[in-house]
């Protein structure tokens, strides 16, 4: 699905005392980024909007959910390093940062929720952050996404 703009080119022609301008249909992608377009991503966006929070959709929606949750107290986090780790993910690459709910540690693929079920805001967010906090309890060192 795509969302249509329209741009107004010169000045046209007077007509009526109104100027007609040619109008032409940029087409943008509804989701700028494609990793928004994935089952997790679009579930984390409905999550959002049942919470009344607006979705960026410039950067991966289940990042924004998980960190909703830390922001409201839904989810008790293990140790400090979760809620600094998923602000630094949002400077990084969608595709890097979906891998991790993607593949397994071992590069297996697998399914984080089931995506025919519906979720409720909350568990779908605790089901990422636990995730992330799995893969963060393997490694030592600085938070980021070339280690998880």
Known sequence: MELNLPIF???GKKSSNLYESEMKV???????IPE??????????RALKQVGEKPNPYYPYCLQL????????????RGQEL??????WLGEKPADVMRVFEESIDGEPMDLVDPRKKHDPEDLAAAI???VEDR??????????SKV
């Open 83 to 88: 809620e600094l780790s998923l602000g630094l």
């Open 136 to 145: 963060l309890s393997l490694r030592t060192g600085y938070p980021s996404l």
């Open 129 to 131: 952050l636990s995730e």
């Open 9 to 11: 080119e010169g000045r």
């Open 36 to 45: 928004n377009k994935q089952p997790l991503n679009r579930m984390s966006k």
């Open 66 to 77: 998980a960190l909703w949750a830390l922001d409201k107290g839904k989810y008790q986090p």
């Open 26 to 32: 940029l087409k943008f992608p509804q989701e700028p």
